[in-house]
């Protein structure tokens, strides 16, 4: 096994991401290493100073960033069965985590540590650097469409029963939305999804029903309309400034009043404020609490790896491959912060 390491290392809040040697972690009982082959760049990446302080308090330092990992498995631990040296993987890594918050779990670096229940194999057709698109986006997206302190939607099947209510996606054409609007559709529901004009089609490729213009000023009202008398399961508030809208949507559209929010935690506690007055309730997602519950294991064990392989389920939106080594990430992470449009940013490694 390889003793040497190298990590994209954050040394304190306020440092810049720099390059340097790291120790090589061997695997813990159930856990998997992986010579990672890229990386999906997120916007919690990118996040540093007194606001990484508010998004993850409990950071220890130095730390390895990262969610997004598509690799080679390179050894595995006690107790896992799943997967073999060799093997091709994407996976959820989870250095962030309060309940890990170690170096060695972060995504940049050539060798990470994932959990095994975290890891899907993925289909020989598929490109590491497109694998790399959806650990965190389709985890965060699962976690407020399934997690019970959430909208606890009923989990997707490979025959799902058409289902006669409507998931409302504000933001379907992020990469989160692209994931919700997926999942949803994989459980049977109907999707309603908002967007810029130019990704209607594509929210349809993905399983949207109809397709509202996020910066209409009747937003809200076209919506109501698409929904009509097929009642709403639950909302996401994805996006900027999409806790509000969608509150107002989830208080006039019939069924559910529950909104999970993707907006850091203090972020979503300040934009629901008025949401008792509304008769809504609003949750703030955390897109690792899936590990500690049945969802991670229902979409990254269950549900991925038959669904990747039969082509049922896409890694969406399409990767734009940004850079090659450790050293490309913080200038992919600049980019990334001047905003995309139904895309992903991915550095290979
Ligand atoms: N809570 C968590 O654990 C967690 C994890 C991951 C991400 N997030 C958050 O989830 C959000 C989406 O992240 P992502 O990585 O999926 O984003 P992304 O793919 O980088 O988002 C790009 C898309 O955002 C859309 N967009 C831009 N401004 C918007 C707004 N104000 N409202 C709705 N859509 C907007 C654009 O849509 P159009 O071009 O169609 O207009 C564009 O397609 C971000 O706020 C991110 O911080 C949270």
């Known amino acids: 096994m390889p003793e040497q390491n190298t990590a994209l290392w954050l040394r304190n809040r306020f440092a810049r991401l720099t390059v340097g040697p790291a120790p090589y972690t061997p695997p813990g009982p159930g856990e998997i290493v992986v010579r990672v082959r890229a990386v999906g760049l997120n916007l919690v990446d990118s996040v540093s ?18 969610g997004d990992v598509a690799g080679d498995v390179v050894e595995v631990g006690a107790g896992v069965t799943r997967f073999h040296a060799g093997d091709r993987i994407l996976g959820l890594a989870l250095g962030l985590e309060r309940s890990q918050n170690r170096p060695a779990e972060g995504a940049f670096q050539n060798f990470a540590v994932l959990m095994e229940h975290m890891v899907s194999p993925i289909p020989e057709t598929m490109s590491f650097e497109q694998a790399a698109v959806l650990p965190l986006q389709l985890a965060t997206a699962a976690t407020g469409l399934f997690q019970q302190d959430h909208l606890g939607l009923a989990l997707p099947t490979a025959n799902p029963p058409e289902r006669p209510e409507t998931v409302l996606v504000w933001g379907g054409s992020t990469g989160v939305g692209s994931n919700a609007i997926q999942l949803a559709r994989g ?20 399983g949207a029903a109809a397709t509202v213009d996020r910066n209409s000023a ?29 509150m107002q949507l989830a208080a006039r559209a019939p069924g559910t009043k529950r909104v999970a929010s993707a907006a850091p935690a203090f972020v979503t506690r300040l934009q629901s404020r008025g949401a008792k007055r509304l008769g809504v309730q609003v949750s703030g997602i955390w897109g690792g609490t899936l590990k500690d ?9 269950d549900l991925l790896p038959a669904a990747l392989a039969t082509g049922a389920y896409r890694s969406a939106p399409d990767a734009e491959v940004v850079g090659h080594g450790l050293d490309a990430i913080p200038a992919g992470l600049k980019q990334l912060r ?3 449009s139904a895309k992903k940013l991915v550095v290979t490694l």
Do not use: C, Q
């Open 49 to 66: 100073g007194v606001l990484l302080g508010l998004v993850a308090p409990w950071l220890k330092f130095p730390a390895v960033l990262g």
């Open 187 to 206: 459980a049977g529901y109907r999707v309603v999804a908002t967007a810029s004009p130019r990704n209607f089609e594509y929210l349809r490729t993905l």
């Open 218 to 246: 009747t937003a809200v009202d076209e919506l109501v309309a698409a929904i009509g008398d097929s009642p709403l399961a639950g909302s996401l508030a994805i996006g900027n400034g999409s806790v509000r809208p969608v």
């Open 293 to 301: 519950n049945e969802v991670g294991p229902a979409v990254f064990v």
């Open 338 to 340: 001047r905003g995309v």
